[in-house]
C-alpha cells in the first residue's frame, strides 16, 4: 500500500507563484506514471498534468499549460508541480496520484491506483 502526500497548499495572490510536492512512500514510484488532479467544490476532479517514469514525457491540461510544470526526483520518490501565474480558476484542492500500468496517455481519474489526501490551494483576486 503506496502513501502519498501533497505539501504546498495555501492562499496566494493572483499572479503568484505556488511549488507544490508529493512525496510516496510504501510503494513502488520510480516505475509509475505520477499525475496531478485537482478538484473544486461541486465540480468533477480535472486532469493538471502527468509525468512518465522516465521523467522526459509529460503532458498537461489546457488550461494550465504554459504556466504549470510537472517534475520529479525517482531519487527522492518525489514530484513537484510549479506553478505560476496563478488565476483564481486555479483555486482546487490538488491530489498526485500513482498509475503503474503501461498507459500511452492516463488523463482519467480511474487509470490511477494510488491518491494522496491533496493541498488546498487557493487564489485570491
Known amino acids: 500500500q503506496v502513501t502519498l502526500v501533497e505539501t504546498g497548499g495555501r492562499l496566494v495572490q493572483a499572479g503568484a507563484s505556488l511549488r507544490l510536492s508529493c512525496a510516496a512512500s510504501?510503494?513502488?514510484?520510480?516505475?509509475?506514471?505520477v499525475g496531478w488532479f485537482r478538484q473544486a467544490p461541486g465540480k468533477e476532479r480535472e486532469f493538471v498534468a502527468y509525468?512518465?517514469?522516465?521523467?522526459?514525457?509529460?503532458y498537461y491540461a489546457d488550461s494550465v499549460k504554459g504556466r504549470f510544470t510537472i517534475s520529479r526526483d525517482n531519487a527522492q520518490n518525489t514530484v513537484s508541480l510549479q506553478m505560476n501565474s496563478l488565476i483564481p480558476e486555479d483555486t482546487a484542492v490538488y491530489y498526485c496520484?500513482?498509475?503503474?500500468?503501461?498507459?500511452?496517455?492516463?488523463?482519467?481519474?480511474?487509470?490511477?491506483?494510488?491518491w494522496g489526501q491533496g493541498t488546498q490551494v487557493t487564489v485570491s483576486s
Open positions: 509525468i512518465k517514469w522516465n521523467g522526459r514525457t509529460t
Open positions: 510504501g510503494g513502488t514510484f520510480s516505475t509509475a506514471t
Open positions: 496520484c500513482l498509475a503503474h500500468l503501461l498507459l500511452s496517455m492516463p488523463i482519467a481519474p480511474a487509470q490511477y491506483s494510488s
